[in-house]
C-alpha cells in the first residue's frame, strides 16, 4: 500500500486538542467530515465509536487506529492527526495514544481495508517512524513525514 493513496495534507491535522477518547473521536469525525462532503460528521462519528466498542483501536506505543468501513465511499480514506496531549484510549499496552490514524473503507472492501489495517499496523511498530511523526509542528511538515518515511 502506498500511503499518498490515502492520505492527503488536507486530512492531516498536528497536535490537535482533544481530552478524551470521546472528544478525540469527535474532532476526528468533523475534520474528515470537512474535506469530504458525502461523509456527514454525525454517522462517521456513529461507525467509529460502534467500531471502538467491539474493541479499543488503540494499539500501544501511543498509537490509534480507528477504523471503520462505510457505504458512501468508494476508496480507502485516511486521516493522520498528532494531539497536543496523550489521552487514554483504553490501548493494549495502558499507554495514553497521541497519534490517531483514522481507516475508512467501502463497506464491500473487507480485503483493502484488512490490507491497509496490517501495513499501517506495522509500520506503526517502528518506534523511530512513531519519533520522526511526533517532532512535527506542522500538518505539511507530518503529512511530508508520513509519506517519506513509510514503507
Known amino acids: 500500500m502506498q500511503l499518498n493513496s490515502i492520505l492527503t495534507v488536507e486530512r492531516t491535522l498536528c497536535r490537535a486538542q482533544a481530552t478524551s477518547k470521546q472528544l478525540a473521536l469527535e474532532n476526528c469525525a468533523q475534520f474528515i467530515a470537512e474535506s469530504i462532503p458525502s461523509l456527514a460528521a454525525a454517522d462517521l462519528l456513529q461507525n467509529l465509536l460502534a467500531r471502538e466498542r467491539l474493541g479499543s483501536t488503540g494499539l500501544g506505543y501511543g498509537i490509534a487506529i480507528p477504523h471503520c468501513r462505510l457505504k458512501n465511499i468508494d476508496s ?3 486521516a493522520l492527526i498528532t494531539l497536543e496531549t496523550a489521552i487514554d484510549f483504553d490501548a ?3 499507554a495514553p495514544v497521541d497519534i490517531l490514524f483514522v481507516l475508512l473503507a467501502p463497506e464491500r472492501a ?3 481495508h484488512l490490507n ?4 499501517l499496523a506495522t509500520q506503526f511498530n517502528v518506534s523511530e517512524y512513531r519519533q520522526q511523526l511526533r517532532a512535527a509542528t506542522t500538518a505539511e511538515q507530518l503529512f511530508t ?3 517519506k518515511s513509510f514503507n
Open 76 to 78: 480507502v480514506i485516511g
Open 92 to 94: 493494549v499496552d495502558g
Open 110 to 112: 473487507l480485503q483493502e
Open 116 to 119: 491497509a489495517l496490517a501495513a
Open 145 to 147: 513525514t508520513a509519506i
